[in-house]
C-alpha cells in the first residue's frame, strides 16, 4: 500500500490567516493527489485534483502544488467556512489511500 | 447533478452481516464509465478504501478486507451495495458511498455518510 502522512494533525489559525498543509507519499505518485474537505455530517467535498487542478466552483484561495512524494494545499487567506478538516488521497494505485486528516480549527 | 445517500441499519451484532445501500440520484449508475466506491472511517482514524464496483460490474476490494466484501450493482433501483462479514467492534465506522470517473480517480461526489456500530 501507498501510505500518505498529512501534517499537522490539527491547526489553529485565525481568519484572514494563510495556511498550509503537507502530504507526504511513501513512493511516488507523480501527480495523482486529490484533496478534500469535509466538515461535520456532510459529505466530503473535491477541492484539488491531479495535485493542483482547481475543482470548478471552489474558491481560488484554495491551491495545490507538489509532484512525487511531496504536496501541499494552501490556503490564502482563511475564511470561516474553511474551518473543517482536510484529506488528502493518492489514485496513482487502484489501492486508494488517505492522509490521515488536518483539522483546522479557529484559533 | 448526481447525488449519492447512504443507508442501512445503523447497528449491528458481532459475527453478523453489515449490508449498507447508496442511492444515486441525478444520473443513472449505469451510464458511463464510473467506479461506485464505498469508504468507512472508524472513530478517531483516517479515511479506509473498501472497493469499487463498475458500471459493468466488475470489482476490486481492498486486500485487508477483501475475504469479507461484496459490492454490487442494482442497476434496476439506480443503486450500488456493499455487504461486509463477520463484523466486529473493528468494523464500527461511518460509511461513505462515492463515484470515481475510473479505477484510477478522485472521488466525487460523495455520500454524507451512516454509521454504523458494531455491538452486541
Known amino acids: 500500500d501507498i501510505q500518505m502522512t498529512q501534517s499537522p494533525s490539527t491547526l489553529s489559525a485565525s481568519v484572514g490567516d494563510r495556511v498550509t498543509i503537507t502530504c507526504r507519499a511513501s513512493?511516488?505518485?507523480?501527480?495523482?493527489l486529490a484533496w478534500y474537505q469535509q466538515k461535520p455530517g456532510e459529505a466530503p467535498k473535491l477541492l484539488i485534483y491531479k495535485a493542483s487542478t482547481l475543482e470548478s466552483g471552489v474558491p481560488s484561495r484554495f491551491s495545490g502544488s507538489g509532484s512525487g512524494t511531496e504536496f501541499t494545499l494552501t490556503i490564502s487567506s482563511l475564511q470561516p467556512d474553511d474551518f473543517a478538516t482536510y484529506y488528502c488521497q493518492q489514485y496513482n494505485s487502484y489501492l486508494k489511500t488517505f492522509g490521515q486528516g488536518t483539522k483546522v480549527e479557529i484559533k | 447533478q448526481v447525488q449519492l445517500q447512504e443507508s442501512g441499519p445503523g447497528l449491528v451484532k458481532p459475527s453478523q452481516t453489515l449490508s449498507l445501500t447508496c442511492a444515486v440520484s441525478?444520473?443513472?449508475?449505469?451510464?458511463?464509465?464510473?467506479?461506485w466506491s464505498w469508504i468507512r472511517r472508524p472513530a478517531g482514524k483516517g479515511l479506509e478504501w473498501i472497493g469499487r464496483?463498475?458500471?459493468?460490474?466488475?470489482?476490486t476490494y481492498n486486500p485487508s478486507l477483501k475475504s469479507r466484501v461484496t459490492i454490487s450493482l442494482d442497476t434496476s433501483e439506480n443503486q450500488f451495495s456493499l455487504k461486509l462479514t463477520s463484523v466486529t467492534a473493528a468494523d464500527t465506522a461511518i460509511y461513505f458511498c462515492?463515484?470515481?470517473?475510473?479505477?484510477?480517480?478522485?472521488?466525487?461526489?460523495w455520500g454524507r455518510g451512516t454509521l454504523v456500530t458494531v455491538s452486541s
Open positions: 441525478g444520473g443513472s449508475i449505469s451510464s458511463g464509465t464510473y467506479s
Open positions: 464496483v463498475f458500471t459493468s460490474g466488475s470489482t
Open positions: 462515492a463515484r470515481g470517473k475510473s479505477d484510477y480517480s478522485w472521488l466525487d461526489p
Open positions: 513512493q511516488s505518485i507523480s501527480s495523482w
